[in-house]
């Protein structure tokens, strides 16, 4: 089917103003948040039924046309690059709240509203939807099910995953099929599960029922100063270990600091070495409790500088300069180039270490952001794209940095997803075996392959073409396959 | 306490060239759920043995053989817990029967289910292989999520071989309290305290009684005692009865049925005995009504309802599927154990 046949096949189904086809207006469709991968999709398709989602993504199976579904387009891996021969399906109109039932602690929404905007809707009656990508103002909910979205809350409150209770999918081959609901439990496989994360690979999710929580009664951040990173690392490893589980347990480096002050003055102490926001919420006395419980526990850390929030404007400021770390690290450098490793966290110092040694081997400033509860790291890796072969390096630096993350047990990506950004790393992470599992549930959802091909699950032969350059201990990973 | 992992890899490999199928076992203290099978038996009881286990990480690794009785020894030392209390209707229950069962005790609607806390996990697939999906770490957003997949599956993706599980901190006080209420002014209080943000660990209803289990520091948990009142009940071990089902309730003849309903649906009207868990989300029913009948009752509700203990017939039955999520299932059940060899029969009839 060439381009017309497909305009034409679309009409069928589509209202004409709901289909684009021309350069001009395709363009804000030609990338996610990771700009540095551009491609135009041979049409972009605006559906606003479910019905009309399904008949596309049937005419793309019988006909075998690549089909990416997109959201708002923050996601940071590339997840939502078009295809060039295929149709790029955006979800936007897709944006109601269709029913909040605060009796059973959930909303059904559809997949193109906001996230903040469910939080809105419902933090009149006491209610809140807690994963918060730093995107959330933006972000769609139906693109955090296909990345399966964090956010600085994850540690207490847990991932998209934990934190949604039903989905209706369309199937790559058509079929609508409603997984879970408002219920505690669904009988059979875990197909929430599967679908979530999934990044648009095994299904197009057009509804979404997700648990709004009741708000804390109080929340209070603190703020630890260190005059050095190790010190800041024992101190998240022992809130932890006295069996504290903060609400946001986050560490920022020297050079973040820096710029986040810089940025929006939020009252960070400039000559830290690297600083802890830690956040407990719960009930008033629970809260009073925990605060002192923490001071009492990090004096022996030697902080230089521990603040704890006076009115909640100052909790917002401290957050403020968290939240604007990104923004205010690329005011240092024409590009930066954002990793999402993790750890195991008690590696931290190491890796930290390592990161820094690499750094200087690159000649690329790296700063640090992450999730130190959880062991999320977000090294910023700073580099010109005008500079000739500044991007490679930097794409290869952040190789290395996601290679030293799985040396220690840790994994490439814990919230951002693979995409097409770190999918050479996944032949690092997996076996021939696990990759072929992952292709076996591929072929058995979508035996014609249409759904965001080319993402997320390296080909094995991509694989053993990689492995030629990366020779590890004198072994070849994949040694089982032909290289050609 | 050794590694069986290439023993039993190695027994898969002979039933896939014998083409005989297996039926994979524990501990076998949730036998009761499933009908009984003539197939080979793969026993991953002697698979034992804690892995790996920082406190400070939250996570412990362990075979899926170790009995949770032994796994909650260890994290009880480091002062933590499983946060999703599994049943043990035995004292042989397996961390391994846990995933694939995908049981969750009383604590379920205020900290999560198993398959919250499963992390990462190593199988044995359907082609013989060892395969590692998910990690040790709380995010890992790469490739599919195959371990989550695996709770509640019923052994019938593969043999789980290693589980990582996150786990938490104990709360440091918990106190137990009852209120004498009707089933309907239960449910009305159930759906009140949920609508809060209150420390709770628990919110059952026995017939009679209405269990608040308050869980968090010492002064939340004082204060909000002092709020909700009630009787305080001391050494009472209501709650771990209720979970292993040793509760007087669960001693009936009739059958059992587990009933998942949202939240704040009505008393569920049928004939015999219930017992409400779950702040309201979880009804267990003894009841000699025809299953088509309860079936269709908690259909009506947007549940699901499942014939957990029959003494009768000896075997569970779970909730009917829809022909489309059923055509998922076998999709999803050929692409981990093409040849079919996982418990056949042993989660639906149809594989």
Not at chain 1, 10 to 19: F, K
Not at chain 1, 220 to 237: G, P
């Amino acid at each position: 089917m060439d381009k017309k046949q497909l305009i034409a096949a679309l009409h069928e189904i589509l209202p004409e103003a709901l289909i684009l086809h021309s350069d001009e207006a395709q363009r804000p469709f030609e990338c996610d948040a990771l700009s540095a991968y551009q491609r135009l999709p041979l049409l972009t398709v605006l559906p606003d039924t479910i019905e009309q989602v399904q008949a596309v993504v049937r005419l793309c199976h019988h006909q075998q046309i690549p089909l990416v579904a997109r959201g708002a387009g923050t996601g940071l891996s590339g997840g939502a690059l078009p295809d060039n021969q295929g149709i790029l399906m955006s979800l936007a109109k897709f944006n109601r709240i269709l029913e909040v039932d605060l009796d059973n602690h959930c909303a059904r929404v559809e997949p193109g509203v906001r996230n903040l905007a469910i939080s809105e809707a419902v933090a009149d009656q006491g209610f809140y939807y807690a994963p918060d990508p730093s995107s959330q103002i933006a972000c769609t909910i139906g693109g955090n099910v296909a990345e399966n979205a964090g956010g600085v809350h994850c540690l207490k409150y847990g991932l998209t995953v934990h934190n949604i209770l039903g989905l209706k999918v369309i199937t790559p081959e058509g079929d609508l099929v409603t997984l879970g609901g408002a219920c505690y439990d669904s009988p059979g496989y875990d197909v929430l599960a599967l679908m979530t994360g999934s990044e648009g690979l095994l299904g197009i999710i057009v509804e979404v029922t997700v648990k709004l929580l009741p708000q804390p009664e109080r929340k209070q951040v603190i703020l630890v100063a260190y005059d050095e990173v190790e010190k800041a690392a024992d101190a998240v490893a022992k809130i932890i270990a006295a069996g504290i589980i903060p609400a946001g347990l986050e560490m920022m480096d020297k050079l973040a600091i820096q710029a986040a002050e810089d940025f929006c003055h939020p009252g960070y102490p400039v000559n830290a070495e690297a600083i802890l926001l830690c956040e407990v919420d719960g009930q008033n006395e629970e809260v009073s409790e925990r605060i002192m419980q923490l001071r009492d526990l990090l004096k022996p850390t030697q902080p230089i500088a521990f603040a704890t929030a006076d009115s909640e404007a100052q909790r917002q400021q401290f957050w403020a300069g968290r939240k604007a770390a990104f923004p205010a690290i690329g005011r240092l450098s024409p590009d930066y180039y954002c990793m999402d490793g993790t750890i195991p966290r008690r590696y931290l110092p190491q890796v930290l270490k390592d990161i820094s040694a690499l750094s200087s081997q690159f000649g690329l400033v790296v700063a640090n952001v992450f999730h130190a509860g959880d062991g999320n790291l977000h090294p910023l890796i700073l580099f010109d794209a005008n500079q000739p072969g500044e991007l490679q390096k930097a794409e290869q630096l952040g190789g290395k940095i996601l290679e030293l993350c799985l040396s220690v047990g840790g994994t490439i990506t814990g919230e951002h997803g693979v995409g097409v950004e770190k999918i050479n790393q996944m032949c690092s992470q997996f076996t021939t075996a696990e990759l072929n599992q992952f292709h076996a549930i591929k072929e058995a959802l979508d035996p014609a392959g249409i759904l965001n091909p080319g993402k997320a699950i390296p080909t094995l032969h991509r694989c053993a073409e990689l492995g030629a350059m990366h020779i590890h201990h004198g072994q070849l990973p994949h040694p089982e396959l032909e290289r050609f | 306490m050794h590694d069986q992992s290439l023993e039993l890899q190695q027994q898969v490999i002979n039933a896939l060239e014998q083409k005989q199928a297996l039926t994979i076992r524990g501990g076998g203290s949730k036998a009761f759920l499933s009908p009984a099978s003539e197939y080979l038996t793969l026993s991953v009881q002697e698979h034992q043995g804690i892995i790996d286990y920082h406190p400070s990480e939250l996570v412990l690794t362990a075979r899926a053989g170790t009995r949770l009785k032994d796994i909650e020894t260890v994290l009880a030392e480091a002062g933590q817990i499983l946060p999703f209390e599994p049943p043990q209707y035995s004292d042989k229950a397996t961390l391994g029967g846990t995933v694939a069962s995908g049981l969750s005790g009383p604590i379920r609607p205020f900290t999560g289910r198993v398959r919250d806390f499963v992390l990462g996990c190593t199988l044995i697939n359907g082609k013989g292989e060892i395969v590692k999906f998910g990690g040790q770490v709380m995010k890992n957003v790469a490739g599919y999520d195959v371990s989550r997949l695996m709770v509640g599956a019923m052994g019938t993706l593969g043999v789980l071989l290693e589980i990582s599980i996150k786990v938490l901190p104990a709360f440091p006080v918990e106190q137990h309290l009852t209120q004498t209420l009707s089933p309907l002014q239960a449910l009305q209080t159930m759906r009140h305290l949920r609508s809060h943000n209150l420390p709770l660990s628990g919110l059952a209803y026995d017939g009679q009684l209405l269990h608040l289990r308050l869980s968090g520091t010492g002064s939340a948990v004082s204060a909000t005692a002092r709020k909700l009142g009630g009787e305080r009940q001391n050494a009472s071990d209501f709650w771990t009865q209720l979970r292993d089902h040793q509760h007087s309730f669960f001693q009936q003849s009739a059958p059992l049925w587990r009933i998942s309903v949202p939240p704040a649906s009505d008393v569920i009207q049928v004939d015999g005995d219930q017992l409400i868990d779950w702040a309201g989300g979880l009804r267990w029913v003894t009841t000699t009504q025809a299953a088509e009948q309860v079936i269709e009752l908690a259909a009506s509700l947007n549940g699901h309802a499942r014939l957990f203990r029959h003494a009768a017939a000896g075997q569970g039955r779970l909730p009917v599927l829809p022909e489309s999520l059923l055509s998922l299932h076998k999709k999803i059940k050929h692409s981990f154990d093409p040849q079919g060899i996982f418990n056949p029969g042993q989660l639906y009839s149809e594989f």
